[in-house]
């Protein structure tokens, strides 16, 4: 079984270097027909036998067979768009940096109760109503710091900044 496969594998490579040297063998032969009928006389020429191949060939100049320009170029009949012109206007490097504000009093005055011990009074916002004494925080952002006969003084606590209400008249 061993000598059928290499007889098999010798055959395959006989083959392949025939086939392989092929062309060498009748190209060289062709080569040497050529030359001789390229140096056949004038007149032999002149009586009906045509030029060998070779010898037109060389004296005809290679052309140049790139395509110019892009193949693959996008082509539309639709007209080109007209762009707009824009102006530039200067970019103002310096940024105005605004100071951090507290949002706007969310809370209304309703009224107060003042007893001798104790001051407090009456806020609402929206639809919640807060009742509430000197140093109270609602809702962890506002705390009251101080309560007078005319004012509330209300601080936000996220950014420490203070704001007042209005809660009496000077009447």
């Known amino acids: 079984m061993n000598n059928k496969r290499v007889v098999g594998w010798l055959v395959f490579f006989a083959v392949a270097a025939a086939v392989a040297s092929y062309p060498d063998l009748f190209l060289k032969s062709d080569v040497a027909e050529q030359e001789a009928t390229a140096t056949a006389p004038v007149k032999a020429r002149l009586r009906g036998s045509l030029p060998a191949a070779g010898a037109a060939k060389a004296e005809a100049p290679i052309k140049d067979l790139s395509p110019a320009g892009d193949l693959f170029a996008a082509k539309s009949w639709k007209p080109l768009a007209t762009l707009a012109t824009v102006t530039e206007q200067p970019v103002n490097?310096?940024?105005?940096?605004?100071?951090?504000s507290a949002p706007p009093m969310p809370f209304q005055f309703i009224g107060r109760?003042?007893?001798?011990?104790?001051?407090?009074?009456?806020?609402?916002n929206g639809e919640k109503i807060y009742v509430v004494r000197k140093g109270d925080v609602i809702d962890d952002t506002w705390r009251i710091e101080t309560i007078s006969d005319k004012e509330l003084r209300l601080v936000y606590l996220p950014l420490h900044l203070a704001q007042t209400l209005s809660v009496g008249s000077t009447q």
């Open 113 to 124: 109760l003042d007893d001798r011990r104790d001051l407090q009074v009456f806020l609402q």
């Open 93 to 100: 490097p310096t940024t105005v940096v605004q100071a951090p």
